[in-house]
Nanobody, 119 residues
Framework: QVQLVESGGGLVQPGGSLRLSCTAS????????MSWYRQAPGKGRELVAD???????NYADSVKGRFTISGDNAKSTVYLTMNSLKPEDTAVYYC?????????????WGQGTLVTVSS
């Protein structure tokens, strides 16, 4: 069984930085894609950034130039480095990994980690 564990959320002042991590464990053969989503209070879940196994990245316009997604396939971990945080970045952040596991291709969500940007 494959599981995802997220960490790194918390309270930060506007202009501050945080780094989120998401690590997969279990019977993983390969990771094909890694993504971060977020859901602000009262809003739907939106894509923040994603990265392919070849290292190609994609970002939401609202975070371009401030957030960086990176992956470490050897550690089955995806990171989201967030700089110059704004109050509107406040949300629960979820990782999503597309993987080839022992049971076949699967796509899993992390449990979510809360990021609060406030003074």
């Amino acid at each position: 069984q494959v599981q995802l564990v997220e960490s790194g959320g918390g309270l930060v002042q506007p202009g501050g930085s945080l780094r989120l991590s998401c690590t997969a464990s279990g019977n993983i053969v390969s990771i094909n894609g890694m993504s971060w989503y977020r859901q602000a209070p009262g809003k739907g879940r939106e894509l923040v950034a994603d990265i392919t196994s070849a290292g190609f990245t994609n970002y939401a316009d609202s975070v371009k130039g401030r957030f960086t997604i990176s992956g470490d396939n050897a550690k089955s971990t995806v990171y989201l480095t967030m700089n110059s945080l704004k109050p509107e970045d406040t949300a629960v952040y979820y990782c999503n990994l597309a993987m080839l596991a022992g049971t076949g291709y699967i796509r899993l969500w992390g449990q979510g980690t809360l990021v609060t940007v406030s003074s």
